[in-house]
């Protein structure tokens, strides 16, 4: 075990600190500035990994008309459990393409809280600490104490309510853009609404008590994560629905009502097209079919 | 739920509170012992409690809570003056502990306060150097300030205050009236106290650039620097016509005191970083290392004198020698609350006493 806690501290912890102090350095010993600079190079950084979660998310989205049909077909939960992961299947859903990403990301998070803890210093004896995870480079031994000062922020310090407004009302955002906003089942959607709700509250009270530096790391990046899906998926987005607290369900599309499977077979071969896939699909089939029945009628 | 649990253990784990890391200091028969935020006075002999700060000071106690004490208090005839991590400076009454007056700063005390019957002085994280007089009210036309934290002692020398602060300058300050005279920048934040002395015209102070500089009065110019592989935090201590430093890179430096020449072949090297100031004591220099392992060193080479003991808890706090029945003692406070006594001639423990707080 104490390997492990020497491996995070020796690949993670202290390179992100030090990575830390040096953009801190460069950015004319803005902390703050260099949290934003940070979050952006980290969000780079793991760009490969947001691609996959965007691309599961998006084939999720893709696939939701067809998956509120077989809530509507089968009332057997067994049959609808079956149907439902046939479509996954097809579209190439994996439940855990979701989770895997976020978990590979965990442990950066963990890391660059402990980083921002100790590079903030906000005692005597982190201040302390921080001399031991230091590089042994002038440069960087030389850069603190930091300035806290960001704004109207002490960045060592938790602010009682602007932060943790906006941490809320971000994620509340980010995670409206990724999760399917509609459900047939009352009950599925009840528990969707207060899932969407629970994690920014719960991370908005973390902010309460956490050093207002993390929250700005988490303001950052979950701003630079809806940049992100919107400039991947924004075009096909339905922004009303994302920003309406109580969304309804979207009318499924006719094509998908007559026939799921050819609806299913358009979607794979548009995301082969394209390498990607919409979640509007069945009236861009409908275009396609009648350009095709036209082209036949001509011949 | 994993991640706002899992980030909830990690925010346990990693969210440590001031702790303190005042020095003990004797006034006539009283040894007052600092631990966290509570200011114990002992009887010197017996270590009998008299009474302790905050805790006994009556109907006002919830309005004081100094939260952590880090600077050494100062005694003078009219009362105690107690550095607070508040951000206030508490004057006590000597014999009962009470609070009898509060000047009140904005940012943390960490620095120690230096008084004498003219003044009271010390520093604030909030980036101001005070003057106060012995009633509570200001000496200066308004504070001196600096471009950063002022985290160290200030050093009295005539009529000459001197004041290092985090914006990388030592000051030098008249003392009646707060204005500077002479400031000297280095390389990084200076968190040390300075030492003056007079014999040499030096005054010495270590910073976070890794220097130990010895600086001209006169010229206002850098007379000589050693350079450690980790920042100066100590106090040094000049014995001898030599200083002495331990540095956080695990080692105690010791160099004369007019050139800066090492006075021992290679430096001391201890078992962790040194924050706390060494002291000397019957011809044997005793450093302690932050994972409380008490060192005797020879001072003249450098080599291990008496071996070294473990006191099984952190030590920031400055040493302090006292004079026992049976010859000097070091008192050290450990961060885990425990008074040691130590018998510096075999480097054992003549006593242990747990603190509350």
Request: charged content about 20%; glycine content about 10%.
């Amino acid at each position: 075990m104490d390997l492990v806690f020497w491996l995070f501290a020796h690949l993670l912890v202290i390179p992100l600190t030090n990575g830390l102090v040096l953009i801190s350095r460069i950015f004319w010993g803005n902390f703050g500035i260099a949290i934003i600079v940070f979050t952006l190079v980290m969000r780079a950084a793991t760009w490969p990994l947001t691609r996959q979660q965007l691309r599961t998310t998006r084939a999720m989205q893709t696939a939701q008309p067809r998956i509120q049909e077989i809530q509507k077909k089968y009332k057997d939960p067994k049959r609808r459990s079956e149907e439902t992961m046939k479509v996954y299947r097809e579209v190439g859903f994996s439940p855990m393409g979701c989770v895997w990403p976020m978990l590979v990301q965990f442990p950066i998070w963990i890391a660059l809280y402990q980083s921002i803890q100790f590079t903030l210093s906000s005692t005597p004896e982190r201040l302390l600490d921080l001399s031991q995870r230091l590089y042994p480079w002038a440069y960087l031994r030389t850069a603190v104490p930091l300035e806290n000062q960001f704004l109207w922020l002490d960045l060592s310090q938790p602010d009682a309510f602007i932060m943790p407004l906006l941490v809320g009302l971000s994620m509340w955002v980010q995670q409206k853009m990724t999760t399917p906003t509609t459900a047939v089942d009352p009950q599925q959607q009840q528990i969707n609404n207060m899932t969407q709700l629970m994690f920014p509250f719960m991370f908005a009270f973390l902010t309460l008590q956490f050093p207002s530096g993390l929250a700005l790391y988490w303001v950052a990046t979950n701003v630079v994560g809806i940049t992100m899906q919107y400039f991947y998926m924004g075009r096909r987005m339905d922004w009303r629905q994302i920003f309406s607290v109580n969304p309804t369900p979207a009318p499924v599309p006719a094509a998908k009502q007559a026939g799921g499977n050819q609806a299913n077979e358009d979607t794979s071969d548009e995301e082969d097209d394209e390498g990607e896939a919409s979640p509007v699909v069945g009236e861009a089939q409908r275009r396609r079919r009648r350009r095709r029945r036209g082209r036949q009628r001509r011949r | 739920m994993f991640v706002v649990g899992s980030l909830l253990a990690a925010g346990c784990t990693g969210v440590t509170g001031p702790k303190g890391w005042a020095s003990p200091v004797e006034e006539g028969d009283t040894l007052l012992v600092a631990h966290r935020e509570n200011l114990i006075a002992f009887e010197a002999g017996s270590l009998d409690e008299r009474w302790s700060f905050p805790g006994s000071i009556g109907e006002d106690s919830e309005d004081v809570d100094p939260i952590a004490l880090y600077g050494t208090p100062a005694i003078t005839d009219d009362a105690i003056y107690v550095p607070g991590y508040d951000g206030t400076l508490y004057a006590l009454d000597h014999e009962t502990g009470e609070v009898l007056w509060l000047f009140e700063t904005d940012g943390p005390i960490i620095g120690g306060v230096i008084a004498d019957e003219a003044g009271i002085y010390f520093g604030s994280s909030d980036g101001h150097v005070y003057a106060l007089n012995p009633g509570g009210s200001e000496m200066w036309a308004k504070p001196f300030e600096t471009g950063g934290a002022v985290q160290s002692t200030p050093a009295l020398d005539g009529d000459m205050l001197y004041v290092t602060s985090l914006d990388s300058k030592l000051y030098a300050l008249d003392a009646s009236s707060g204005e500077e005279r002479w400031s000297f920048t280095t390389e990084a934040g200076l968190a040390s106290a300075p030492i003056v002395n007079q014999a040499t015209g030096l005054v010495y102070v270590g910073g976070f650039d890794s220097r130990l500089r010895a600086i001209d009065l006169d010229s206002h110019q850098e007379q000589w620097a050693i350079e450690a592989k980790n920042w100066f935090w100590t106090t040094p201590l000049v014995a001898g016509g030599v200083v002495y430093a331990g540095s956080l890179d695990h080692k105690v430096y010791a160099a004369d005191a007019a050139t800066g020449q090492s006075h021992w072949e290679d430096p001391f090297s201890v078992g962790g970083e040194v924050r706390a100031g060494p002291a000397l004591v019957g011809g044997r220099l005793i450093v302690i290392s932050r994972d409380g392992e008490v060192y005797g060193i020879d001072p003249e080479d450098g080599s291990s004198s008496g071996g070294s003991l473990e006191l099984g808890s952190d030590v920031l706090a400055d040493p302090l020698v006292v004079e026992g029945e049976d010859g000097p003692e070091v008192v050290v406070v450990t961060v885990g609350g425990d008074l040691v006594r130590i018998d510096p001639s075999t480097l054992t423990e003549i006593q242990r006493k747990p603190l509350k707080g």
